[in-house]
């Protein structure tokens, strides 16, 4: 008999095994991962995160995203993580009919799975691909949700460049830049926002900011992470971009000079790939990030369920 209940604090081993079950990781989750990258979290909270059990064996779980991911005013509840082990419709079925009676009592009317990087408040890291941006396409989960009731909405491409395996183009307009502007790098930058800060706080960050040489202002920044200096014992792996902000790059030359750079570093470090994550709808970066020669390797799916 399937039996769900909140999260218990003898249940990370558990957990940890059904993500390395389901997912497919450059690396074993270990517990003490997951503490960095879920537990220790500020806005963690144990009636938010559900389990599946059958005759005590964990086999599914369903995460709440915190109380800052609860929108009273559209009725929107996100999740951070749907998984089940062996692909069990049943344990599945019961982990949603659990989450629809909490929600029910919330006053939430829509369930949504997937978020823009930046609101990822969990997983990062550790659940199929970088940034837990919503629900890969070629992962067994979503056939099931799909036939549990949740319809796509929306959709993000993870792109990534291989510098083993590309030629990193420089252009006559980032020349030009590189003589207008100065090049400065942080590392673990304040994001000046607490709930950022929390989310990317277990990953080893750093920031390069492109700066006007007369105006003293900085015009760009663009941050990203590598899981191999994040976490013990994780193998060498890629570097993942988690955020760009601008105020004057309406054509996003500078997002494209950034990138470059950044590649331009990976031979100094020995990490490869580059990953970076778009929305689909912005045709703009995806034109740009292609033209430098990133490819598309996952296709995640923003999924929501209508109460």
């Not at 939430?108 to 930046?118: V, W």
């Not at 304040?190 to 700066?211: E, I």
Request: charged residues 20%; glycine residues 4%.
């Amino acid at each position: 008999m399937i039996h769900v209940r909140p999260f218990l604090n003898h249940d990370p081993p558990a957990i940890a095994n059904v993500i390395n079950t389901c997912c497919n990781l450059e690396a074993v989750v270990s517990t003490n991962l997951l503490e960095f990258a879920v537990f220790a979290k500020t806005y963690f909270r144990r009636d938010h995160l559900f389990v599946a059990t059958i005759a005590e064996e964990l086999l599914g779980f369903v995460h709440l995203g915190s109380a800052s991911q609860e929108d009273l005013e559209t009725g929107t509840l996100t999740i951070s993580n749907f998984l089940v082990s062996n692909s069990d419709m049943a344990i599945a079925k019961a982990l949603l009919d659990y989450t629809l009676a909490y929600a029910e009592t919330r006053g939430i009317k829509c369930l949504r799975i997937g978020t823009p990087p930046d609101k990822a408040e969990y997983y990062n890291g550790i659940s199929t691909h970088f940034l837990n941006v919503g629900v890969p396409q070629t992962h067994p989960i979503l056939p099931i949700l799909e036939t549990l009731g949740f319809k796509t909405i929306d959709s993000w491409h993870c792109l990534q460049f291989d510098i083993h395996n590309g030629q990193i183009p420089f252009t006559r307009k980032q020349m030009s830049l590189r003589r207008t502007h100065v090049l400065d790098q942080l590392t673990d930058p304040d994001f000046k926002d607490h709930l950022l800060n929390s989310v990317y706080s277990h990953l080893a960050t750093s920031q390069l900011d492109l700066t006007h040489r007369q105006t003293g202002e900085t015009e760009a920044s663009i941050t990203f992470a590598c899981l191999a200096q994040s976490y013990p014992n994780w193998p060498n792996g890629g570097v993942d971009i988690i955020r760009y902000t601008s105020r004057t790059d309406l054509d996003l030359s500078h997002y494209e000079f950034l990138l470059c750079e950044i590649l331009r570093q990976l031979p100094q470090t020995g990490l490869s790939p580059l990953r970076l994550h778009v929305d689909a709808k912005d045709t703009q970066r995806m034109e740009i990030a292609e033209a430098i020669g990133f490819e598309r390797i996952i296709t995640s799916s923003h999924v929501e369920y209508l109460i």
